[in-house]
Nanobody, 114 residues
Framework: QVQFVESGGGLVQPGGSLRLSCAASGFTFANYNMGWYRQAPGKERDKVAFITPSGGAANYADPVKGRFTISRDNVENTLYLQMNALKPEDTAVYYC???????WGQGTQVTVSS
C-alpha cells in the first residue's frame, strides 16, 4: 500500500539548516507531483512546496521562498526538503504526500528555537 516515511527533523537554532527526507512506496513515484506540507500546533496543515514528476519545476509558499528547496530522486523514490535560514515560525510537523493520492505519513517534527 501507499506509504510515506518522513525523517530528518529535529531541534535547530534560528538561522540554522535541516534537510528532510521522505521515502515513498506503494505507487509509481516518478509519475506523481509531490509536495511538502506542515502543521504548526493549533493550526491547519499548510502547503510548503511542490515539485513536478520529473523534478523540472517547483513552487513554494510565500513564507519559505528563497529559503527552502524541494528536490526528488526518482531512482530512490525519495523526496527532499532543504531548509535554510530557519525561523521560529517554521516550527511544525512536516509531512510529504502526493496531492492526488491524499495519504499521509507520521510526519517529522521541526523545532526552531534558541
Amino acid at each position: 500500500q501507499v506509504q510515506f516515511v518522513e525523517s530528518g527533523g529535529g531541534l535547530v537554532q534560528p538561522g540554522g539548516s535541516l534537510r528532510l527526507s521522505c521515502a515513498a512506496s506503494g505507487f509509481t513515484f516518478a509519475n506523481y507531483n509531490m509536495g511538502w506540507y506542515r502543521q504548526a500546533p493549533g493550526k491547519e496543515r499548510d502547503k510548503v512546496a511542490f515539485i513536478t514528476p520529473s523534478g523540472g519545476a517547483a513552487n513554494y509558499a510565500d513564507p519559505v521562498k528563497g529559503r527552502f528547496t524541494i528536490s526528488r530522486d526518482n531512482v530512490e523514490n525519495t523526496l527532499y526538503l532543504q531548509m535554510n535560514a530557519l525561523k521560529p515560525e517554521d516550527t511544525a510537523v512536516y509531512y510529504c504526500s502526493a496531492p492526488s493520492i491524499g495519504k499521509w505519513g507520521q510526519g517529522t517534527q521541526v523545532t526552531v528555537s534558541s
